[in-house]
């Protein structure tokens, strides 16, 4: 039974390890997500805050722990009493339920923003062609950028290239969406309107996972706030209490450089 049906977490992340060589960057990160919660990834860069993404879109493997999302393991199964590592259609078929955006949009430039958008249903997930159009128009309505459908990524915004990317994301309709930095490469001016296409789909419900500088996004758009430090988690809870009352010193000097 899905996790939405039980009420069960729709993330659970315990005890994950990950080490590169000899750098631990993950130091065993607990961390459920509710299904609908959205959740804010706040830290200093190298905290392992991208790390701990990509663990969970089973980008990079963990060394230790488990992560589950939707009640599997991800990227690995019980067999015999041993866990072994699922093949690379079963994990293909679990990414189908996470959808990531990523700092740097990585849209296909040859491709049109339409094709970008049904490329991973139709390409990957052998859904027809023209449902896949029918819905990334849909898509593209939710992301203000209809007008857009036939242009190529170059001729858009970075703004826009990001909202794009995004309705990319959606279009597996993932259960999951995990945002890394979406707004870090943007201009300024740029930033506010992708920030209003994610307090939008934090608005109908979708479950995401944030990782952001974006302390007033963090304030508004988050149901929790989760502070990474070190590879770890050292404080987490409402983003009122996390952002205007930190307990921890390392919470504290992180925040004092938005003030
Ligand atoms: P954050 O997103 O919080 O800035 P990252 O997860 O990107 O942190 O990185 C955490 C640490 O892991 C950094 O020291 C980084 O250099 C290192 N790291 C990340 N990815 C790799 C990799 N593929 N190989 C080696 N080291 C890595
Ligand atoms: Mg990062």
């Known amino acids: ?13 315990r005890n994950v390890h990950k080490s590169f060589d000899h750098l631990e960057v993950l130091k065993g990160i607990d961390l459920d997500v509710a299904p609908g919660e959205v959740v804010v990834i706040l830290g ?10 990509r663990c969970i879109n089973h980008l990079e493997a963990i060394d230790r722990g488990s992560i589950e999302v939707d009640g599997e393991q991800i990227g690995y199964r019980f067999r015999k009493g041993r866990l072994e590592r699922l093949s690379n259609h079963a994990i293909t078929l679990q990414r189908r339920k996470i959808g990531m955006v990523f700092q740097q949009f990585n849209l296909y430039p ?10 991973a249903p139709v390409g990957i997930h052998g859904e ?19 007008a857009k459908a036939d242009n190529y990524p170059r001729q858009l915004s970075g703004g826009q290239q990001q909202r794009v990317a995004i309705a ?3 279009a597996i309709k ?3 969406m995990l945002f890394d930095e979406p707004t870090s490469a943007l201009d300024p001016e740029l930033v506010g309107e992708v920030l209003a296409t994610m307090r939008d789909l934090a608005k109908q419900g979708l479950t995401m996972i944030v990782v952001t500088h974006e302390i007033g996004f963090a304030r508004e758009a988050a149901d929790r706030v989760v502070f990474m430090d070190g590879g770890k988690v050292v404080e987490q809870g409402k983003p009122d209490d996390v952002l205007g009352n930190p307990q921890h010193p390392r919470t504290r000097s992180f925040l004092s450089r938005f003030i």
């Open 1 to 13: 039974m899905s996790a939405i049906a039980t009420g069960a977490p729709l993330v659970r992340a």
């Open 44 to 53: 200093p860069s190298g905290s392992g805050k991208s790390t701990f993404l």
């Open 110 to 119: 040859h491709m049109t923003v339409l094709q970008n958008i049904i490329e």
């Open 128 to 146: 027809s062609r023209a449902k896949a159009i029918e819905n990334a128009r849909v898509l593209l309505e939710r992301v203000g950028l209809s």
């Open 168 to 170: 990319r994301a959606l």
């Open 174 to 176: 993932p259960t999951l």
